[in-house]
């Protein structure tokens, strides 16, 4: 795993990021950055605000499929693919809706 923002309350659970999840948005922020480093400064503050949400409110995302749930990522048109477990939320990926629907996580 490669990212864990821990919980800051007791009825929390900590949010674990994959590498695969953490190489899409770093290539999402550096496409972004090629056009505006403020709106990719913004977009990456919305992913962990995102993350931060789900810590206390993890079914909030829209049920996906294998388990997964889904939620937009603020005014950017991604959507935050994640599994609900025992003791944590695991993020699996970020996805780009002009790639179409159909995350492969």
């Known amino acids: 795993m490669a990212t864990t923002l821990e919980n800051e309350e007791a009825k929390t659970k900590p949010t674990v990021t994959t590498l695969e999840c953490e190489e899409m948005l ?3 922020l550096a496409y972004m950055a090629e056009n505006s480093l403020k ?10 605000d995102v993350l931060r949400i789900l810590q206390r409110m993890p079914k ?5 499929k294998k388990g997964m749930r889904r939620i937009k ?3 950017f048109r991604y959507f935050i693919y994640y ?3 025992e003791t944590e939320i695991e993020i ?3 996805w780009h809706t002009s790639r179409g ?4 996580g």
Do not use: S
Not at 60 to 64: A, F, T
């Open 39 to 48: 709106q990719a400064g913004i977009m990456n503050k919305q992913f962990y």
């Open 26 to 28: 770093n290539e999402a």
């Open 92 to 94: 699996v990926g970020i």
């Open 73 to 75: 990522l603020g005014k």
């Open 83 to 85: 599994k609900e477990k």
């Open 101 to 104: 629907t159909e995350f492969k």
């Open 60 to 64: 909030l995302g829209i049920k996906y």
